[in-house]
């Protein structure tokens, strides 16, 4: 039983870094959830809940947790309210609540928390 989660978590997350595309910019995401709540793998601009994303880039509001796994992308705007974890850099304009990043943690705007 814990295999076939394992399995169907595995696929989901492939499937959201799949539907990132580096070239536009528009909102591409895997979204498991209703109305703009839950958990997003991919680009979503606007999200209550679990975000996990290659890069930061085009996003407007995340309220919850923001996991990005690589540097921040062009373009970098938006709120992240909660928590904002970077494995190098979380990025946005306004960083409010938790903020790690292992490399920095980029604050256009600023950085509360």
């Known amino acids: 039983m814990n295999r076939m989660w394992i399995m169907i978590f595995t696929g989901l997350f492939a499937a959201g870094l799949c539907a990132q595309d580096q070239t536009q ?10 109305a703009r709540c839950g958990v997003s793998f991919g680009r979503s601009f606007t999200h209550t809940g679990l975000r996990i994303n290659w890069k930061d880039a085009h996003l407007r509001t995340i309220n919850g947790v923001n996991l990005t796994l690589w540097q921040p992308g062009r373009n970098v705007r938006g709120t992240v309210n909660g928590a904002a974890v970077g494995i190098v850099a979380p990025a946005a304009d306004d960083l409010n609540g938790m903020t790690l990043g292992v490399a920095a943690a980029i604050a256009n705007k600023q950085m509360n928390g």
Not at 25 to 34: D, K, V
């Open 25 to 34: 910019y528009r909102e591409s995401a895997f979204n498991l959830g209703i």
